[in-house]
């Protein structure tokens, strides 16, 4: 389950109440004869949509359900994505299924994290090792020459919508994708992600990945494997001074929220390891503080944990780290017993349940043994002048992360 934009508004607009009616038909459909009817209408209604850009219809539509019917909310936001993220074009009297994919990399360092325009020649070596160990044969593909960050991904649905169309018709007609212009500055972090995107195209019918195609028997462990064989060396070199990981490229949603949960153990590694180099201090000189943040605290769910970090003799939080929950993760918090149960050292020998039992693992593993959890929950609060998430004491006061004055010049300052 995937949450709506915050900012939605509240009327229901014609075509936001036709997409409500269309996800909850689908959702109650008792056959896969119905449901592929009901499919067929949703797809063309969001296709209309999209192509107006009307964003807020969607965003409408999403919100109600939301709040009112969760299995209708997943079904709509599942195939809205699925519009944004695909669409079909002909091309001298063929139709071709186009898919925009993302190509994820996570990326940790104690300096900055490079973004931005990738020279040609990088392009047609990251095509190769796609078509090589990804794609399924005769598989049209147009990469972006950019490495993106977060902060310069599409921003909704119809942006989304717009980029796949641009990209299908590269890769169809086998002219190149232009790079981003104009990106927006990126926020700079210890551990962040980065990404490639490409959209790829087959006659409909045709498989797109490799481990579709019954000539290319294998599955997406191999595929991913051979991919982090052959490209890591090359995106290394564009990312100088980090540590990388690449992830499976997939479909552009999917891939993109694997990334969002995977750079979560790898803020808390960094933090840990350019707080230790940074302050010249033993993992056991540093404390933990985990907070639970809530859009409705009153509510119970938890949203986000956010982690602060301060040195065992003094109270100031000197740095912060968020670590937001994804789709049933806020409903598996019932599984934790106690808190006093997961700081024990058999905590890291067991299975982890939840969220909360992975941070507390990660912690102990880095070598952080003071560690702190208040039970209540806080309200998401942010810094007024800069933006930046505000993080418990604790005396569970919500304060801004900052770092000693007299730490050296040249590390940097993250939020």
Known sequence: MRRPSKSSPNKLSADSQRLISLAQGMA???????????????????????KGAHQATIDAALEHLFKNDLDAYDVLMEAVEAGGESCIVEHEGVQYQALLIAAPILAWTRYSISSGTINEEMRNTLCAHLHGHLLADDVRLAMVPTLYSIDQLPRNHVETSTLTQRLAKSAIAGTQARPLSNAPETAPFLADTRYLLAAIAAPVGAPLFRWQATQHPGDRAQALEAWRTQATPNITSLLPGCGVELLLPEAYFVACREADKQIRPASIRAAVHFLTNTLSVEPNGLRAIIGSFSEDPVAGRVDEYRISFTLRQNPEVIYGVVWPLYGQEDADQSAVTSFESLTTPEVLETELRTPLEEIIALLRACGITHIKRHNEHFPLEFCDDCGAPLYPDAEAELVHAEMPEDVPTGTGHFH
């Open 28 to 50: 109650q459909a008792a056959s896969r004869v119905e449901e592929r009817v009901w499919e067929h209408s949703l797809d063309a209604q969001i296709h209309k949509v999209l």
